[in-house]
Protein backbone atom coordinates (compact mmCIF):
# COMPACT_ATOMS: atom_id res chain seq x y z
CA UNK A 1 0.00 0.00 0.00
CA UNK A 2 1.60 3.54 -0.61
CA UNK A 3 1.20 5.94 1.68
CA UNK A 4 -1.01 8.46 -0.59
CA UNK A 5 -4.04 6.06 -1.55
CA UNK A 6 -5.29 3.85 1.29
CA UNK A 7 -7.18 2.02 -1.71
CA UNK A 8 -3.81 0.83 -4.15
CA UNK A 9 -3.79 -2.78 -2.47
CA UNK A 10 -7.18 -3.70 -3.77
CA UNK A 11 -6.98 -1.12 -6.79
CA UNK A 12 -3.30 -2.75 -8.07
CA UNK A 13 -4.95 -6.25 -7.22
CA UNK A 14 -7.76 -5.13 -9.70
CA UNK A 15 -10.36 -5.61 -7.13
CA UNK A 16 -11.64 -1.99 -7.25
CA UNK A 17 -11.62 0.21 -10.29
CA UNK A 18 -11.31 4.15 -9.36
CA UNK A 19 -13.85 6.40 -10.83
CA UNK A 20 -11.76 10.26 -9.88
CA UNK A 21 -14.82 10.24 -7.02
CA UNK A 22 -13.52 9.48 -3.60
CA UNK A 23 -15.32 6.78 -1.85
CA UNK A 24 -16.81 5.88 -5.60
CA UNK A 25 -15.39 2.33 -7.04
CA UNK A 26 -16.22 -0.37 -9.64
CA UNK A 27 -15.98 -3.56 -8.24
CA UNK A 28 -14.71 -6.76 -9.98
CA UNK A 29 -16.36 -9.99 -10.44
CA UNK A 30 -13.48 -11.40 -7.96
CA UNK A 31 -14.76 -8.90 -5.06
CA UNK A 32 -18.08 -8.91 -6.01
CA UNK A 33 -18.54 -12.47 -5.97
CA UNK A 34 -17.01 -12.52 -2.42
CA UNK A 35 -19.56 -9.91 -1.20
CA UNK A 36 -22.50 -11.50 -2.59
CA UNK A 37 -21.30 -14.52 -0.53
CA UNK A 38 -21.46 -12.75 2.09
CA UNK A 39 -24.59 -11.33 1.35
CA UNK A 40 -26.35 -14.77 0.41
CA UNK A 41 -24.83 -16.12 4.23
CA UNK A 42 -27.00 -13.24 5.61
CA UNK A 43 -29.64 -14.41 3.33
CA UNK A 44 -29.50 -18.06 4.37
CA UNK A 45 -29.96 -16.94 7.80
CA UNK A 46 -33.11 -14.71 7.34
CA UNK A 47 -34.99 -17.44 5.41
CA UNK A 48 -33.93 -20.00 8.07
CA UNK A 49 -36.04 -17.38 9.99
CA UNK A 50 -38.93 -17.09 7.59
CA UNK A 51 -37.42 -13.49 6.89
CA UNK A 52 -39.85 -11.60 4.09
CA UNK A 53 -37.58 -9.73 1.18
CA UNK A 54 -38.33 -6.56 0.11
CA UNK A 55 -35.71 -5.27 -2.12
CA UNK A 56 -36.07 -1.55 -2.09
CA UNK A 57 -34.04 0.56 -4.63
CA UNK A 58 -31.90 3.57 -2.71
CA UNK A 59 -34.73 5.94 -2.73
CA UNK A 60 -36.98 6.84 -0.10
CA UNK A 61 -40.02 9.93 -0.26
CA UNK A 62 -38.07 13.48 1.20
CA UNK A 63 -40.77 14.02 3.46
CA UNK A 64 -40.18 10.67 5.77
CA UNK A 65 -36.95 11.47 6.29
CA UNK A 66 -38.27 14.83 6.80
CA UNK A 67 -40.85 13.37 9.52
CA UNK A 68 -38.30 11.21 10.78
CA UNK A 69 -35.96 14.02 12.35
CA UNK A 70 -33.04 12.46 9.68
CA UNK A 71 -32.37 16.04 8.51
CA UNK A 72 -32.12 17.42 11.92
CA UNK A 73 -29.64 14.60 13.26
CA UNK A 74 -27.91 13.76 10.39
CA UNK A 75 -27.54 16.64 8.09
CA UNK A 76 -23.87 15.80 7.25
CA UNK A 77 -24.33 12.45 5.53
CA UNK A 78 -28.00 12.82 3.76
CA UNK A 79 -27.94 13.08 -0.36
CA UNK A 80 -30.64 14.89 -1.90
CA UNK A 81 -31.64 14.20 -5.63
CA UNK A 82 -32.73 17.87 -7.52
CA UNK A 83 -33.80 17.96 -10.97
CA UNK A 84 -34.68 20.37 -13.74
CA UNK A 85 -38.36 21.43 -14.14
CA UNK A 86 -37.66 24.42 -16.39
CA UNK A 87 -38.87 24.91 -20.26
CA UNK A 88 -36.38 25.16 -23.13
CA UNK A 89 -35.39 28.41 -22.60
CA UNK A 90 -33.74 27.49 -19.15
CA UNK A 91 -32.45 24.03 -20.53
CA UNK A 92 -30.44 25.92 -22.88
CA UNK A 93 -28.72 28.42 -20.76
CA UNK A 94 -28.58 25.29 -18.03
CA UNK A 95 -26.56 23.19 -20.87
CA UNK A 96 -23.82 26.39 -21.62
CA UNK A 97 -23.04 26.68 -17.37
CA UNK A 98 -22.79 23.07 -17.54
CA UNK A 99 -20.96 22.91 -20.64
CA UNK A 100 -18.41 25.70 -18.89
CA UNK A 101 -17.85 23.74 -15.85
CA UNK A 102 -19.59 26.79 -13.98
CA UNK A 103 -22.47 26.49 -11.31
CA UNK A 104 -25.70 25.34 -12.72
CA UNK A 105 -27.38 24.72 -9.47
CA UNK A 106 -29.77 27.53 -9.85
CA UNK A 107 -31.72 25.36 -12.65
CA UNK A 108 -31.95 22.46 -10.30
CA UNK A 109 -34.80 21.95 -7.95
CA UNK A 110 -35.29 19.45 -4.70
CA UNK A 111 -37.35 16.72 -6.02
CA UNK A 112 -39.36 14.40 -3.67
CA UNK A 113 -36.69 11.89 -3.12
CA UNK A 114 -33.50 11.49 -1.07
CA UNK A 115 -31.14 8.91 -1.62
CA UNK A 116 -31.62 6.22 1.29
CA UNK A 117 -29.23 6.45 4.09
CA UNK A 118 -29.76 3.09 5.15
CA UNK A 119 -31.34 -0.13 3.70
CA UNK A 120 -33.95 -0.47 6.53
CA UNK A 121 -35.67 2.75 5.49
CA UNK A 122 -38.42 1.48 3.37
CA UNK A 123 -39.33 -1.08 4.89
CA UNK A 124 -41.19 0.51 8.25
CA UNK A 125 -43.65 2.35 6.35
CA UNK A 126 -43.95 -0.51 3.66
CA UNK A 127 -45.34 -3.00 6.82
CA UNK A 128 -46.83 -0.02 8.13
CA UNK A 129 -49.19 0.37 5.20
CA UNK A 130 -51.08 -3.10 5.25
CA UNK A 131 -52.13 -2.54 8.66
CA UNK A 132 -51.66 -4.22 12.15
CA UNK A 133 -48.07 -6.65 12.26
CA UNK A 134 -48.97 -10.01 12.31
CA UNK A 135 -49.06 -11.95 15.61
CA UNK A 136 -45.10 -12.39 16.46
CA UNK A 137 -44.71 -9.67 14.81
CA UNK A 138 -42.30 -9.09 11.29
CA UNK A 139 -38.78 -9.69 10.27
CA UNK A 140 -37.86 -8.29 6.70
CA UNK A 141 -34.36 -9.63 4.07
CA UNK A 142 -33.60 -6.01 3.17
CA UNK A 143 -31.13 -8.00 0.54
CA UNK A 144 -28.32 -6.97 -0.97
CA UNK A 145 -29.31 -2.99 -0.76
CA UNK A 146 -27.59 0.40 -2.01
CA UNK A 147 -27.42 3.41 0.74
CA UNK A 148 -25.84 6.47 0.31
CA UNK A 149 -23.97 8.85 2.70
CA UNK A 150 -22.27 11.90 1.79
CA UNK A 151 -18.96 11.12 3.76
CA UNK A 152 -16.16 11.33 0.94
CA UNK A 153 -13.07 9.93 1.72
CA UNK A 154 -9.91 7.95 0.33
CA UNK A 155 -10.67 5.00 2.55
CA UNK A 156 -12.01 2.20 0.76
CA UNK A 157 -14.01 1.00 3.79
CA UNK A 158 -16.12 4.20 3.32
CA UNK A 159 -18.11 4.66 0.64
CA UNK A 160 -20.14 6.94 -0.38
CA UNK A 161 -22.39 4.20 -1.40
CA UNK A 162 -21.86 0.63 -0.16
CA UNK A 163 -24.40 -2.29 -0.30
CA UNK A 164 -25.99 -3.07 3.40
CA UNK A 165 -27.86 -6.73 3.90
CA UNK A 166 -30.07 -5.88 6.39
CA UNK A 167 -32.74 -7.74 8.98
CA UNK A 168 -35.53 -5.30 10.30
CA UNK A 169 -37.40 -6.68 13.20
CA UNK A 170 -40.75 -5.09 14.04
CA UNK A 171 -42.75 -6.63 16.94
CA UNK A 172 -43.88 -6.19 20.48
CA UNK A 173 -41.35 -4.48 22.63
CA UNK A 174 -40.07 -7.57 24.83
CA UNK A 175 -39.95 -10.18 21.46
CA UNK A 176 -38.00 -7.53 19.65
CA UNK A 177 -35.37 -6.91 22.77
CA UNK A 178 -35.24 -11.25 22.49
CA UNK A 179 -34.49 -11.46 18.77
CA UNK A 180 -31.36 -8.83 19.18
CA UNK A 181 -29.88 -10.77 21.76
CA UNK A 182 -29.74 -13.40 20.06
CA UNK A 183 -28.38 -11.76 16.90
CA UNK A 184 -25.86 -10.16 19.10
CA UNK A 185 -24.19 -13.83 19.56
CA UNK A 186 -25.47 -15.23 15.88
CA UNK A 187 -23.90 -12.27 14.28
CA UNK A 188 -20.70 -12.72 15.72
CA UNK A 189 -20.55 -16.04 14.80
CA UNK A 190 -21.15 -15.51 11.63
CA UNK A 191 -18.26 -13.48 11.28
CA UNK A 192 -15.79 -16.18 12.89
CA UNK A 193 -17.23 -18.57 10.48
CA UNK A 194 -15.38 -16.10 7.56
CA UNK A 195 -11.93 -15.95 9.98
CA UNK A 196 -12.10 -12.81 11.27
CA UNK A 197 -12.18 -11.50 14.55
CA UNK A 198 -14.67 -9.46 15.51
CA UNK A 199 -15.64 -7.86 18.99
CA UNK A 200 -19.13 -6.18 19.63
CA UNK A 201 -18.93 -2.55 21.20
CA UNK A 202 -21.54 -0.33 22.51
CA UNK A 203 -21.71 2.68 20.21
CA UNK A 204 -23.47 5.89 18.98
CA UNK A 205 -24.35 7.24 15.38
CA UNK A 206 -22.55 9.72 13.70
CA UNK A 207 -24.86 12.56 15.00
CA UNK A 208 -24.07 16.60 13.62
CA UNK A 209 -23.00 19.17 15.97
CA UNK A 210 -22.87 19.81 19.62
CA UNK A 211 -26.60 18.71 20.66
CA UNK A 212 -25.39 15.64 18.82
CA UNK A 213 -22.96 14.78 20.41
CA UNK A 214 -25.55 15.34 23.53
CA UNK A 215 -27.93 12.88 21.39
CA UNK A 216 -25.16 10.07 20.96
CA UNK A 217 -24.39 10.22 24.33
CA UNK A 218 -27.84 9.32 25.37
CA UNK A 219 -27.83 6.17 22.76
CA UNK A 220 -24.81 5.06 24.39
CA UNK A 221 -26.07 5.20 28.11
CA UNK A 222 -29.16 3.58 27.21
CA UNK A 223 -27.53 0.94 25.07
CA UNK A 224 -29.15 1.44 21.86
CA UNK A 225 -26.17 0.78 19.58
CA UNK A 226 -23.90 -2.36 19.47
CA UNK A 227 -20.88 -1.99 16.34
CA UNK A 228 -18.99 -5.52 15.26
CA UNK A 229 -15.39 -4.01 15.09
CA UNK A 230 -12.73 -5.99 13.19
CA UNK A 231 -9.50 -4.57 12.71
CA UNK A 232 -8.72 -4.56 8.91
CA UNK A 233 -4.97 -4.49 8.24
CA UNK A 234 -4.16 -0.97 6.66
CA UNK A 235 -7.71 0.39 7.73
CA UNK A 236 -7.77 -0.25 11.51
CA UNK A 237 -10.47 -0.87 13.73
CA UNK A 238 -13.82 -0.56 11.31
CA UNK A 239 -17.74 -1.40 11.93
CA UNK A 240 -18.64 -3.94 9.78
CA UNK A 241 -22.11 -5.03 11.38
CA UNK A 242 -24.26 -2.79 14.15
CA UNK A 243 -27.24 -3.49 15.82
CA UNK A 244 -29.59 -0.81 16.23
CA UNK A 245 -32.43 -0.52 18.19
CA UNK A 246 -34.93 2.43 17.72
CA UNK A 247 -37.66 1.85 20.22
CA UNK A 248 -40.83 3.09 19.12
CA UNK A 249 -38.82 5.50 16.64
CA UNK A 250 -39.75 4.10 13.73
CA UNK A 251 -43.10 2.61 14.58
CA UNK A 252 -44.53 5.84 16.28
CA UNK A 253 -43.66 7.92 13.13
CA UNK A 254 -45.30 5.40 10.75
CA UNK A 255 -48.13 4.17 12.99
CA UNK A 256 -47.29 1.11 13.34
CA UNK A 257 -49.22 -1.59 15.38
CA UNK A 258 -48.85 -5.22 16.98
CA UNK A 259 -51.81 -7.34 16.45
CA UNK A 260 -53.17 -6.69 19.52
CA UNK A 261 -53.02 -3.34 19.10
CA UNK A 262 -49.89 -2.39 21.19
CA UNK A 263 -47.30 -0.45 20.63
CA UNK A 264 -44.72 -1.23 18.82
CA UNK A 265 -40.87 -1.59 18.54
CA UNK A 266 -38.19 -2.31 15.95
CA UNK A 267 -34.37 -2.88 15.77
CA UNK A 268 -32.16 -3.80 12.45
CA UNK A 269 -29.13 -5.70 11.78
CA UNK A 270 -27.15 -4.35 9.17
CA UNK A 271 -23.83 -5.72 7.22
CA UNK A 272 -21.61 -3.70 5.11
CA UNK A 273 -20.99 -5.83 2.58
CA UNK A 274 -17.69 -3.67 1.19
CA UNK A 275 -16.54 -3.24 4.63
CA UNK A 276 -16.56 -7.43 5.46
CA UNK A 277 -15.38 -7.69 1.67
CA UNK A 278 -12.64 -5.51 2.24
CA UNK A 279 -11.74 -7.28 5.92
CA UNK A 280 -11.78 -10.82 4.00
CA UNK A 281 -9.32 -9.59 1.17
CA UNK A 282 -6.94 -7.79 3.61
CA UNK A 283 -7.00 -10.85 6.48
CA UNK A 284 -7.01 -13.77 4.14
CA UNK A 285 -5.50 -12.55 1.16
CA UNK A 286 -6.15 -10.40 -2.15
CA UNK A 287 -6.62 -13.77 -4.49
CA UNK A 288 -9.77 -15.45 -3.31
CA UNK A 289 -8.61 -18.58 -4.58
CA UNK A 290 -6.53 -19.41 -1.88
CA UNK A 291 -8.22 -18.50 1.27
CA UNK A 292 -8.65 -21.31 3.76
CA UNK A 293 -10.67 -24.14 3.10
CA UNK A 294 -12.82 -23.12 5.75
CA UNK A 295 -13.51 -19.58 4.91
CA UNK A 296 -14.32 -20.33 1.70
CA UNK A 297 -16.48 -23.28 2.54
CA UNK A 298 -18.34 -20.54 4.79
CA UNK A 299 -18.64 -18.54 1.68
CA UNK A 300 -20.73 -21.47 -0.07
CA UNK A 301 -21.12 -19.82 -3.50
CA UNK A 302 -17.30 -19.41 -3.79
CA UNK A 303 -16.88 -23.60 -3.72
CA UNK A 304 -18.41 -23.95 -7.09
CA UNK B 1 -56.00 -4.60 -12.85
CA UNK B 2 -57.75 -1.31 -11.55
CA UNK B 3 -58.32 1.00 -14.26
CA UNK B 4 -56.78 3.52 -11.49
CA UNK B 5 -53.27 1.74 -11.17
CA UNK B 6 -51.70 0.23 -14.11
CA UNK B 7 -49.20 -1.71 -11.25
CA UNK B 8 -52.20 -3.23 -9.38
CA UNK B 9 -51.95 -6.62 -10.69
CA UNK B 10 -48.44 -7.11 -9.60
CA UNK B 11 -48.87 -5.00 -6.57
CA UNK B 12 -51.41 -7.36 -5.45
CA UNK B 13 -49.81 -10.30 -6.36
CA UNK B 14 -47.54 -9.24 -3.95
CA UNK B 15 -44.57 -9.04 -6.43
CA UNK B 16 -44.32 -5.13 -6.17
CA UNK B 17 -44.03 -3.12 -3.03
CA UNK B 18 -45.40 0.47 -2.92
CA UNK B 19 -43.55 3.33 -1.92
CA UNK B 20 -45.75 6.25 -2.29
CA UNK B 21 -43.71 7.50 -4.79
CA UNK B 22 -44.77 6.65 -8.77
CA UNK B 23 -42.28 4.50 -10.49
CA UNK B 24 -40.53 3.59 -7.06
CA UNK B 25 -41.53 0.21 -5.66
CA UNK B 26 -39.65 -2.63 -3.49
CA UNK B 27 -39.27 -5.86 -5.05
CA UNK B 28 -40.32 -9.40 -3.79
CA UNK B 29 -38.01 -12.50 -3.59
CA UNK B 30 -40.18 -14.14 -6.48
CA UNK B 31 -40.32 -10.98 -8.64
CA UNK B 32 -36.29 -10.49 -7.89
CA UNK B 33 -35.16 -13.98 -8.38
CA UNK B 34 -37.06 -13.52 -11.79
CA UNK B 35 -35.12 -10.33 -12.29
CA UNK B 36 -31.73 -11.74 -11.51
CA UNK B 37 -32.02 -15.02 -13.48
CA UNK B 38 -32.86 -12.68 -16.29
CA UNK B 39 -29.59 -10.92 -15.75
CA UNK B 40 -27.54 -14.38 -15.16
CA UNK B 41 -28.86 -14.91 -18.33
CA UNK B 42 -27.16 -11.93 -20.01
CA UNK B 43 -23.91 -12.45 -17.73
CA UNK B 44 -23.29 -16.11 -18.95
CA UNK B 45 -23.34 -14.85 -22.49
CA UNK B 46 -20.60 -11.90 -21.55
CA UNK B 47 -18.68 -14.61 -19.94
CA UNK B 48 -19.10 -16.60 -23.18
CA UNK B 49 -17.43 -14.17 -24.38
CA UNK B 50 -14.60 -13.07 -21.53
CA UNK B 51 -16.58 -10.11 -20.70
CA UNK B 52 -14.66 -8.21 -17.97
CA UNK B 53 -17.22 -7.67 -14.77
CA UNK B 54 -17.11 -4.00 -13.77
CA UNK B 55 -19.91 -3.32 -11.64
CA UNK B 56 -20.12 0.61 -10.44
CA UNK B 57 -22.59 2.55 -7.70
CA UNK B 58 -24.69 4.48 -9.91
CA UNK B 59 -22.76 7.71 -9.32
CA UNK B 60 -20.50 9.36 -11.81
CA UNK B 61 -18.95 12.38 -11.58
CA UNK B 62 -21.04 15.59 -12.43
CA UNK B 63 -18.14 16.88 -14.34
CA UNK B 64 -18.12 13.93 -16.88
CA UNK B 65 -22.08 14.49 -17.90
CA UNK B 66 -21.06 18.06 -18.43
CA UNK B 67 -18.30 16.77 -20.52
CA UNK B 68 -20.59 14.55 -22.39
CA UNK B 69 -23.31 17.03 -23.64
CA UNK B 70 -25.87 15.28 -21.34
CA UNK B 71 -26.76 18.00 -19.58
CA UNK B 72 -28.13 19.15 -23.18
CA UNK B 73 -29.31 16.76 -24.47
CA UNK B 74 -31.42 15.06 -21.52
CA UNK B 75 -32.14 17.48 -18.87
CA UNK B 76 -35.37 16.55 -18.14
CA UNK B 77 -34.40 13.03 -17.15
CA UNK B 78 -30.78 13.78 -15.63
CA UNK B 79 -31.13 13.43 -10.68
CA UNK B 80 -28.09 15.33 -9.57
CA UNK B 81 -26.83 14.91 -5.75
CA UNK B 82 -27.28 17.87 -3.21
CA UNK B 83 -25.83 17.89 0.36
CA UNK B 84 -25.39 19.96 2.98
CA UNK B 85 -22.45 21.75 3.86
CA UNK B 86 -23.37 24.10 6.15
CA UNK B 87 -22.64 24.89 10.14
CA UNK B 88 -25.01 24.57 12.84
CA UNK B 89 -26.68 27.35 12.39
CA UNK B 90 -27.36 26.51 9.27
CA UNK B 91 -28.40 22.61 10.33
CA UNK B 92 -31.24 24.43 12.76
CA UNK B 93 -32.21 26.68 10.18
CA UNK B 94 -32.67 23.94 7.90
CA UNK B 95 -33.83 21.16 10.28
CA UNK B 96 -36.91 23.55 11.50
CA UNK B 97 -37.73 24.56 7.88
CA UNK B 98 -37.30 20.55 6.64
CA UNK B 99 -39.67 19.44 9.91
CA UNK B 100 -42.60 22.15 8.83
CA UNK B 101 -42.44 20.22 5.22
CA UNK B 102 -41.29 23.79 4.09
CA UNK B 103 -38.71 24.13 0.83
CA UNK B 104 -35.52 23.52 3.01
CA UNK B 105 -33.55 23.32 -1.52
CA UNK B 106 -31.54 26.43 0.13
CA UNK B 107 -29.38 24.78 2.41
CA UNK B 108 -28.49 22.33 -0.21
CA UNK B 109 -25.25 22.58 -2.33
CA UNK B 110 -24.98 20.88 -5.75
CA UNK B 111 -22.13 18.07 -5.00
CA UNK B 112 -19.60 16.23 -7.39
CA UNK B 113 -22.03 13.62 -8.68
CA UNK B 114 -24.80 12.93 -10.67
CA UNK B 115 -27.01 9.76 -10.55
CA UNK B 116 -26.07 7.47 -13.54
CA UNK B 117 -28.94 7.60 -16.08
CA UNK B 118 -27.03 4.22 -17.48
CA UNK B 119 -25.20 1.14 -16.46
CA UNK B 120 -22.41 2.26 -19.04
CA UNK B 121 -21.35 5.32 -18.32
CA UNK B 122 -18.79 5.01 -15.59
CA UNK B 123 -17.07 2.04 -18.02
CA UNK B 124 -15.83 4.49 -21.01
CA UNK B 125 -13.27 6.62 -18.38
CA UNK B 126 -12.85 3.34 -16.40
CA UNK B 127 -11.21 1.80 -19.30
CA UNK B 128 -9.47 5.06 -20.52
CA UNK B 129 -7.66 5.72 -17.77
CA UNK B 130 -5.47 2.24 -18.25
CA UNK B 131 -4.34 3.62 -21.34
CA UNK B 132 -4.30 2.46 -25.21
CA UNK B 133 -7.06 -0.74 -25.30
CA UNK B 134 -5.60 -4.34 -25.47
CA UNK B 135 -5.82 -5.92 -29.48
CA UNK B 136 -9.45 -6.87 -30.71
CA UNK B 137 -10.55 -4.49 -28.26
CA UNK B 138 -12.59 -4.62 -24.44
CA UNK B 139 -15.83 -5.63 -23.49
CA UNK B 140 -17.20 -5.28 -20.14
CA UNK B 141 -20.44 -6.27 -18.20
CA UNK B 142 -21.52 -3.83 -16.01
CA UNK B 143 -23.81 -6.77 -13.91
CA UNK B 144 -26.55 -5.94 -12.88
CA UNK B 145 -26.61 -1.58 -12.08
CA UNK B 146 -29.03 0.86 -10.79
CA UNK B 147 -29.58 3.55 -13.47
CA UNK B 148 -31.57 6.33 -12.72
CA UNK B 149 -34.48 8.90 -14.59
CA UNK B 150 -36.47 11.26 -13.43
CA UNK B 151 -39.68 9.97 -15.26
CA UNK B 152 -41.86 9.76 -12.33
CA UNK B 153 -44.96 7.12 -13.90
CA UNK B 154 -47.66 4.99 -12.12
CA UNK B 155 -46.48 2.12 -14.92
CA UNK B 156 -44.31 -0.48 -13.69
CA UNK B 157 -42.68 -0.42 -16.48
CA UNK B 158 -41.19 3.16 -16.09
CA UNK B 159 -39.59 2.95 -13.18
CA UNK B 160 -37.45 5.94 -11.73
CA UNK B 161 -34.77 4.05 -10.40
CA UNK B 162 -34.19 0.35 -12.56
CA UNK B 163 -31.59 -2.67 -12.95
CA UNK B 164 -29.69 -2.30 -16.83
CA UNK B 165 -27.31 -5.29 -17.56
CA UNK B 166 -25.08 -3.65 -20.13
CA UNK B 167 -22.24 -5.18 -22.41
CA UNK B 168 -19.85 -2.60 -23.80
CA UNK B 169 -18.01 -3.17 -26.55
CA UNK B 170 -15.38 -0.73 -27.24
CA UNK B 171 -12.53 -0.80 -29.87
CA UNK B 172 -11.97 -0.51 -34.07
CA UNK B 173 -15.23 0.82 -35.83
CA UNK B 174 -15.52 -2.36 -37.75
CA UNK B 175 -15.20 -4.72 -34.59
CA UNK B 176 -17.39 -2.70 -32.55
CA UNK B 177 -20.21 -2.97 -36.01
CA UNK B 178 -19.54 -6.17 -36.16
CA UNK B 179 -20.13 -6.93 -32.65
CA UNK B 180 -23.46 -4.71 -32.66
CA UNK B 181 -24.43 -6.98 -35.57
CA UNK B 182 -23.90 -10.28 -34.42
CA UNK B 183 -26.05 -9.18 -30.78
CA UNK B 184 -28.70 -8.32 -32.38
CA UNK B 185 -29.89 -11.48 -33.29
CA UNK B 186 -28.51 -12.84 -30.07
CA UNK B 187 -30.55 -10.54 -27.75
CA UNK B 188 -33.63 -10.97 -29.63
CA UNK B 189 -32.83 -15.07 -29.23
CA UNK B 190 -32.39 -14.77 -25.98
CA UNK B 191 -35.86 -13.08 -25.12
CA UNK B 192 -37.37 -15.70 -27.45
CA UNK B 193 -35.96 -18.43 -25.16
CA UNK B 194 -37.84 -16.87 -22.49
CA UNK B 195 -41.06 -17.11 -24.54
CA UNK B 196 -40.99 -13.32 -25.37
CA UNK B 197 -42.16 -12.40 -28.80
CA UNK B 198 -39.65 -9.52 -29.24
CA UNK B 199 -38.76 -7.23 -32.27
CA UNK B 200 -36.41 -5.23 -33.41
CA UNK B 201 -37.05 -1.36 -34.22
CA UNK B 202 -35.16 1.47 -35.38
CA UNK B 203 -35.35 3.66 -32.49
CA UNK B 204 -33.99 7.39 -31.27
CA UNK B 205 -33.07 8.71 -27.41
CA UNK B 206 -35.53 10.85 -25.88
CA UNK B 207 -33.76 13.87 -26.67
CA UNK B 208 -34.96 17.31 -24.91
CA UNK B 209 -36.89 20.19 -26.68
CA UNK B 210 -37.22 21.60 -30.44
CA UNK B 211 -33.28 20.61 -30.65
CA UNK B 212 -33.78 17.20 -29.74
CA UNK B 213 -36.03 16.34 -32.05
CA UNK B 214 -33.22 16.83 -34.87
CA UNK B 215 -30.87 15.01 -32.92
CA UNK B 216 -33.22 12.25 -32.66
CA UNK B 217 -33.92 12.29 -36.25
CA UNK B 218 -30.35 12.13 -37.27
CA UNK B 219 -29.83 9.26 -35.09
CA UNK B 220 -32.49 7.08 -36.90
CA UNK B 221 -31.41 8.28 -39.96
CA UNK B 222 -27.66 6.98 -39.27
CA UNK B 223 -29.16 3.55 -37.38
CA UNK B 224 -27.65 4.46 -34.37
CA UNK B 225 -30.03 2.90 -32.04
CA UNK B 226 -32.49 -0.38 -32.30
CA UNK B 227 -34.54 -1.55 -29.89
CA UNK B 228 -36.29 -4.77 -29.24
CA UNK B 229 -39.65 -4.01 -27.91
CA UNK B 230 -42.28 -6.53 -26.58
CA UNK B 231 -45.76 -5.97 -26.34
CA UNK B 232 -46.30 -6.35 -22.56
CA UNK B 233 -49.73 -7.03 -21.37
CA UNK B 234 -51.07 -4.25 -19.78
CA UNK B 235 -48.51 -1.99 -20.88
CA UNK B 236 -48.58 -2.43 -24.57
CA UNK B 237 -44.94 -2.31 -26.58
CA UNK B 238 -41.93 -1.83 -24.66
CA UNK B 239 -38.43 -1.40 -25.43
CA UNK B 240 -37.25 -4.20 -23.00
CA UNK B 241 -33.70 -3.99 -24.30
CA UNK B 242 -31.76 -1.81 -26.82
CA UNK B 243 -28.95 -1.66 -28.65
CA UNK B 244 -26.74 1.30 -29.05
CA UNK B 245 -24.12 2.95 -31.41
CA UNK B 246 -22.21 5.88 -30.05
CA UNK B 247 -19.31 5.96 -32.64
CA UNK B 248 -16.98 7.86 -30.99
CA UNK B 249 -19.20 10.15 -29.03
CA UNK B 250 -17.42 8.44 -25.47
CA UNK B 251 -14.16 7.72 -27.30
CA UNK B 252 -13.29 11.13 -27.75
CA UNK B 253 -14.51 12.51 -24.41
CA UNK B 254 -12.46 10.16 -22.91
CA UNK B 255 -9.20 10.11 -25.34
CA UNK B 256 -9.84 5.53 -25.64
CA UNK B 257 -7.37 4.35 -28.37
CA UNK B 258 -7.29 1.21 -29.89
CA UNK B 259 -3.94 -0.69 -29.69
CA UNK B 260 -2.48 0.70 -32.97
CA UNK B 261 -3.52 3.93 -31.66
CA UNK B 262 -6.18 4.19 -34.10
CA UNK B 263 -9.54 5.97 -33.14
CA UNK B 264 -12.48 4.07 -31.18
CA UNK B 265 -15.25 3.28 -31.30
CA UNK B 266 -18.14 2.01 -28.30
CA UNK B 267 -21.37 0.08 -28.41
CA UNK B 268 -23.47 -1.23 -26.12
CA UNK B 269 -26.28 -3.03 -25.22
CA UNK B 270 -28.71 -2.87 -22.61
CA UNK B 271 -31.35 -5.13 -21.02
CA UNK B 272 -34.06 -3.47 -18.71
CA UNK B 273 -34.50 -6.68 -15.80
CA UNK B 274 -37.32 -5.29 -14.35
CA UNK B 275 -39.24 -4.29 -17.40
CA UNK B 276 -38.39 -8.13 -18.68
CA UNK B 277 -38.95 -9.40 -15.51
CA UNK B 278 -42.72 -7.56 -15.84
CA UNK B 279 -43.23 -8.83 -19.09
CA UNK B 280 -42.52 -12.62 -17.97
CA UNK B 281 -44.96 -12.10 -15.15
CA UNK B 282 -47.69 -10.48 -17.41
CA UNK B 283 -47.34 -12.88 -20.22
CA UNK B 284 -46.23 -16.46 -18.32
CA UNK B 285 -49.00 -15.83 -15.17
CA UNK B 286 -48.24 -14.13 -11.73
CA UNK B 287 -46.40 -17.43 -10.14
CA UNK B 288 -43.42 -18.44 -11.62
CA UNK B 289 -44.07 -21.48 -10.50
CA UNK B 290 -46.51 -21.94 -13.28
CA UNK B 291 -44.68 -20.99 -15.99
CA UNK B 292 -43.61 -23.26 -19.11
CA UNK B 293 -40.60 -25.78 -18.36
CA UNK B 294 -38.96 -24.47 -21.53
CA UNK B 295 -39.06 -20.53 -19.73
CA UNK B 296 -37.89 -21.92 -16.52
CA UNK B 297 -35.29 -24.00 -17.97
CA UNK B 298 -33.89 -20.96 -19.49
CA UNK B 299 -33.82 -19.04 -16.44
CA UNK B 300 -31.74 -21.55 -14.56
CA UNK B 301 -31.78 -20.29 -11.16
CA UNK B 302 -35.19 -20.87 -10.87
CA UNK B 303 -34.86 -24.27 -11.23
CA UNK B 304 -33.19 -24.90 -8.27
Known amino acids: ?24 YGRSAAFDDVRRAVGALVGD ?17 RRQLEQLGYVRSFPHLLGTVFAFE ?50 GGALVDTGDAYAFRREPSEEPTRLQMFHQRELVRLGEPEAVADWRDAWRGRAL ?15 SDPFFGRSGRLLGGSQLEQGLKLELVVDIPGSGPTAVASLNHHLDHFASVFGLRTSA ?11 GEERIAVALFRTHGLDAGGW ?11 QG
Open 261 to 271: GRATHTSCLAF
Open 189 to 203: ELLRDLGLDPRAEAA
Open 45 to 61: AARAEHAEAMHFPPLVP
Open 292 to 302: PDAVRAALDPL
Open 86 to 135: GGERDAVRQAETAERHEDWSEFQRMTDLVLAPAACYPVYPAVAARGPLPE
Open 1 to 24: MTAGDPAADLVDAGLLVPTGLPGV
